[in-house]
Nanobody
Framework: QVQLVESGGGLVQAGGSLRLSCAAS????????MGWFRQAPGKERDIVAA????????YYSDSVKGRFTISRDNAKNTMYLQMNTLQPEDTAVYYC?????????????????WGQGTQVTVSS
């Protein structure tokens, strides 16, 4: 089992940047594929980005492609989401998720473990 804790959310103006972190407990972080999801008020939770066990394979939703970068540091048991050129429509609670595996996972049911979420608010 793994516990996930997100950090790095906050309030930023449109065009600004934030970097989210997801710290995982345990010694087997490299055994997990990871993902970032977000949920805006009144909307469903959606995939933002995902990364395989090594960091060598990634996925991005069309809405963030070219602006966000997902990465992981297995030595630090941490995953990151660098968010650039933020827009008001990026406002949401961002969640990290994990599941045992090798290949990228992009669906909510595919993940077994979730963090508590961190709020990102982008003002216009």
């Amino acid at each position: 089992q793994v516990q996930l804790v997100e950090s790095g959310g906050g309030l930023v103006q449109a065009g600004g940047s934030l970097r989210l972190s997801c710290a995982a407990s345990g010694r087997t972080f490299r055994s997990y594929v990871m993902g970032w999801f977000r949920q805006a008020p009144g909307k469903e939770r959606d995939i933002v980005a995902a990364i395989n066990w090594s960091g060598g394979s990634t996925y991005y939703s069309d809405s963030v492609k070219g602006r966000f970068t997902i990465s992981r540091d297995n030595a630090k048991n941490t995953m990151y989401l660098q968010m650039n050129t933020l827009q008001p429509e990026d406002t949401a609670v961002y969640y990290c998720a994990a599941t045992r595996g090798i290949a990228v996972v992009t669906t909510i049911p595919g993940y077994d473990y979730w963090g508590q979420g961190t709020q990102v608010t982008v003002s216009s």
